[in-house]
């Protein structure tokens, strides 16, 4: 008696309600095999590199026209096939419309002829795979082989014609005197001369100077003719004791006036970069990142510095060589000074701004930057430093029997920086830019500090090799 629904049975042998379910069509598959690294090789290339292979017996060789002994000599280039024209010899015959003659099969490239006058081989890029590739002739310029990579690569060839390896160490001579020169020649970095620095005499205003000593050329001239013609040398003391106090402020300004700036730069106050209105006069403190042009110390080889100081002094004995004009005897005067500052980000401690501080591109920077003592060379220790010994050849420097100091200092990535400078904002940008007027720091009566006038924008840093930086 059969059921009112329907079953089957399954392989195994179990019956099963329903019908059997139809079989469905496989749905064709695509599989991607990775192809193997050729290396440029042709013969391993497959399918693709049988389009670049002609077959050595000729039957792929193509003739075009009527070919007879007084044919004139034609050359061509065809892309991917082998072209030949020229002339056949005399046994050579073909129907004038196309039917089949007889034709010799022994090819003949235009060109120049060997001394057994059969024509010399010629081909025009990297022959690969044996001779049977090298029976094609192609024109247009030579290729330099190409290296086992494939890649095509730039630089002088070799007497291979393969690109010449240039790995390895560099002439250390070279590549700084290059560096060197793209940093003093590069617009984007200011190079700060001996003249930039601070000095009292400098400083103080040429009228006021020549006016105080017209006054007391004037004083002991009427001092010395009242002492002789009245024997009174009230007026002359007097005279005597307000030049000596001049005397000793201008002394003391001038040993002391650079440590009475940095105590004002330090006690200028902060401002803030977020409520700072376009056009004023701030100082900002905080950690500085490199711009665009980064710079690197000279002697230390410090890398990623916003700004870079190396002085050489030079102690001036009795019979000893000056430094320079101005170098008095038994004092260290300057022979060389290599400062170089850029263009460089402030992130304020305040506000968490960032602004960018314009002092590349020739700008007018006062900078305030310790200085610490690298080499010291005398008679003792002299060919001990062999970096300061090539450093110096480098700048065509002697290093006769001199006694020498090196100082370096430099602004790192990273390190706290107060700078004071005008605010600009400029779509969404916020810059900190030279003032157009010089700042004065005022008298300070407790100090006995004369005024002194900071121009551009002021820099202060202490020394950084002493100090850690906040990696940024």
């Known amino acids: 008696m059969g059921s009112r629904f329907p079953s089957h049975q399954l392989s195994s042998g179990l019956y099963v309600s329903g019908r059997p379910e139809q079989p469905k069509e496989k749905t064709p598959t695509m599989s991607s095999v990775a192809m193997p690294y050729t290396g440029g090789d042709i013969k391993k290339s497959g399918e693709l590199g049988k389009m670049f292979v002609t077959p050595a017996d000729g039957s792929r060789s193509r003739k075009s026209g009527p070919i007879n002994s007084n044919a ?83 630089g002088p060839l070799n007497s291979a014609g393969a690109p010449r390896k240039v790995s390895g160490p560099l002439d250390s001579t070279g590549s700084i005197k290059l560096q060197n020169y793209s940093v003093v020649n590069n617009q984007a970095v200011t190079r700060i001369n001996q003249c930039d620095k601070y000095s009292f005499r400098k400083s103080f205003p ?28 009230i007026l002359l003391v007097v005279v005597v004791v307000l030049f000596a106090i001049v005397c000793v402020v201008f002394t003391w300004n001038t040993c002391y006036g650079r440590k009475a700036i940095i105590g004002f730069i330090s006690q200028y106050p902060d401002a803030e970069l977020r409520t700072a209105k376009d056009g004023q006069f701030v100082k900002v403190s905080g950690v500085v990142t490199c711009g665009n042009v980064p710079l690197e110390s000279s002697f230390q080889k410090v890398s990623r510095c916003v700004y870079t100081v190396t002085s050489l002094y030079e102690y ?68 001990m430093s062999p970096e300061f010994v090539r450093w110096l050849a480098e700048r065509n420097l002697s290093s006769d029997d001199r006694i020498m ?63 850690d930086v906040i990696p940024v």
Not at 319 to 325: G, L
Not at 352 to 375: D, F, H, M, Q
Request: charged letters at 20%.
């Open 316 to 383: 001036r004995g009795w019979d000893s060589k000056s430094a320079n004009p101005e170098h008095r005897r038994f004092s260290w005067g300057l022979r060389m000074l290599e400062r170089h500052v850029s263009d460089f980000y402030i992130s304020d401690f305040q506000s968490g701004l960032r602004a960018l501080v314009k002092t590349g591109y020739g700008a007018r920077v006062t900078p305030y930057v310790e200085e610490s003592i690298v080499v010291d060379i005398d008679q003792s220790n002299k060919d």
């Open 72 to 154: 004139p000599m034609r050359t061509g280039s065809f892309s991917g096939a082998t072209s030949h024209s020229g002339q056949l010899n005399s046994g050579n015959r073909m129907t004038s419309g196309g039917a089949p003659g007889y034709v010799s099969m022994k090819k003949t490239n235009s060109g120049t002829l060997n001394k057994h006058g059969e024509p010399m081989k010629k081909s025009s890029g990297p022959q690969v795979g044996g001779g049977n590739v090298s029976s094609r002739q192609n024109s247009g310029p030579i290729p330099p082989i190409l290296p086992t990579t494939g890649l095509i690569t730039s």
């Open 206 to 233: 040429r009228t006021i100077f020549w006016s105080i000593i017209l006054l007391f050329l004037m004083g002991f001239i009427a001092g010395g003719f009242i002492l002789g013609a009245v024997h009174n040398p």
């Open 405 to 467: 100091r090196l100082k370096e200092g430099y602004i790192k990535e990273g390190s706290t920086v107060s700078v004071m400078g005008v605010v600009r904002r400029n779509d969404n940008v916020l810059m900190i830019v030279p003032p157009p007027e010089p700042l004065s720091t005022g008298c300070q009566w407790s100090k006995c500090i004369l005024p002194a006038s900071l121009e551009g924008i002021v820099l202060r840093c202490e020394d950084s090799s002493k100090i």
